[in-house]
């Protein structure tokens, strides 16, 4: 005897069943990375020439000196700027270790082209990050123009942002710590603009010359991030309690930037106001041990920046700025940090794409606490060996979850803890 598919009992037959729900694809489309990318290559350009200040900013006296946490002026100033290198490459390798890394210190145009089209030569497809600091020349130009040195360094040589596109090419991310930095933004736009505009004028005069290679496309400026220490009207803070480079540490060093500025605040220490500046250098643990003291601070702040950007941005640009590259994603939580940090010191960090204040949010008040009663342990660990005991941070976390899961309604929003508590699932002793 023989079935066919006909003869078989049909379940779900009703006509409810046979209506197509596009909120189901509608999620998938929402959630799942259609593209992943890589931060492949880094360009660190530093512009100090130690020892000589530019001419158009006056600087308060005493003013913030250190860069990458070194004083320049405790070494020669070769020596000084090499270090300052040396130390900005290990701050970006903790983010990106497979990274390929190039120092240009102290630069002419000349070795900043070679080194901006090189890395773009080798990267192909994949991001490369171009770090500008020009805390030794001028502001840039209201023609969209950066500084750098002649080869005896007795000028400064412009470099225009729109040659800087042509070499480092798309897609890219480019990080400026300098006064005005967001003149740059701006002529960024306009460059980027005016390069797809020549590029479809080329194209439709017949594409290049005979004998010239094929015509390559232009910088995208969708393609490109940006994050500037500044607006275009702003210098930089010159607090000489806080370092010079303040935007790069918050990028690179976070934690220790916001234990820095939490002990400063003296009036928010409450649990913690014998903690002084040089105690900071002795919390124990490391950053990848979340049962140490160090650990879990990192592993709080990762969950607390993730949860203001998941709240806050939207979707599409929450999963292109803090799921698709490890990199960018490590640099936006702590843009977020440095945006809170430099507004206490009048400044206001510029980002491409524009990113909504977070500096208020109310989840720094969350950090907060965990900082004060994690620094609370710090005198009786380090002058009586004590052992940590670990925040109760995440803890509290997931009982307002919890609570969201019993007293919510149908027709409510979703969570604010829900990154938290996937932070959560990656430890086995709150699962």
């Not at 023989?2 to 509608?26: E, G, K, Y």
């Not at 490391?286 to 203001?308: C, H, K, S, V």
């Not at 609370?376 to 609570?403: C, H, M, W």
């Amino acid at each position: 005897m023989v079935f066919t598919f006909d003869d078989l009992p049909l379940v779900f037959s009703c006509p409810r069943h046979w209506q197509a729900d596009p909120a189901v694809d509608m999620i998938m489309q929402t959630w799942r990375m259609r593209e992943r990318m890589k931060t492949v290559s880094v360009a660190l350009v530093i512009c100090l020439n130690v020892g000589v200040d530019p001419p158009d900013v006056t600087k308060t006296q005493p003013c913030a000196r250190q860069e990458c946490w070194v004083d320049p002026l405790s070494l020669n100033p070769q020596r000084a700027l090499e270090t300052i290198g040396g130390n900005l490459q290990r701050q970006y390798e903790r983010w990106q270790p497979r990274a390929r890394y190039r120092q240009s210190l102290d630069p002419t145009v000349e070795e900043v082209r070679r080194l901006a089209t090189g890395l773009r030569r080798s990267a192909r497809e994949e991001r490369v990050l171009f770090h500008y600091n020009g805390h030794g020349v001028p502001r840039p130009t209201a023609n969209g123009e950066i500084w750098v040195f002649n080869r005896s360094y007795t000028q400064y040589i412009p470099l225009s942002i729109y040659d800087l596109q042509s070499w480092m090419g798309s897609p890219s991310i480019y990080v400026y710590d300098c006064n005005n930095a967001g003149i740059i933004v701006d002529s960024f736009k306009n460059f980027a603009e005016q390069h797809e505009r020549e590029y479809v004028e080329q194209v439709r005069a017949g594409g290049p010359q005979a004998g010239a290679a094929e015509l390559p496309p232009p910088p995208s400026l969708r393609n490109c991030i940006q994050l500037a220490a500044c607006s275009k009207d702003q210098l930089l803070p010159m607090n000489p309690d806080l370092p010079a480079d303040l935007f790069t540490a918050c990028l690179t060093t976070p934690i220790k930037v916001a234990l820095r500025w939490f002990v400063m605040k003296n009036d928010l220490g409450h649990l913690a106001p014998q903690v002084k500046l040089e105690h900071l250098e002795k919390i124990p643990g490391q950053f990848g041990d979340r049962r140490t003291m160090l650990g879990e601070l990192n592993w709080i702040f990762t969950a607390i920046t993730d949860t203001i950007a998941w709240n806050t941005l939207p979707r599409d640009t929450f999963q292109k700025l803090f799921r698709q590259d490890l990199l960018v994603a490590s640099l936006f939580r702590n843009f977020l940090l440095a945006e809170r940090i430099m507004k206490s010191n009048d400044c206001t960090p510029v980002s491409q794409p524009k990113l909504p204040p977070t500096h208020q949010h109310p989840m720094w008040e969350a950090w907060d606490l965990a900082v004060d009663i994690c620094l609370s342990q710090l005198k009786n660990i380090l002058g009586e060996d004590r052992t940590y005991v670990p925040s109760s941070f995440f803890e509290e976390q997931l009982t307002a979850f919890e609570v969201w899961l019993s007293h919510g309604c149908e027709e409510r929003s979703p969570p604010e803890q829900l990154p938290i508590v996937l932070q959560v699932l990656l430890s086995q002793a709150h699962r």
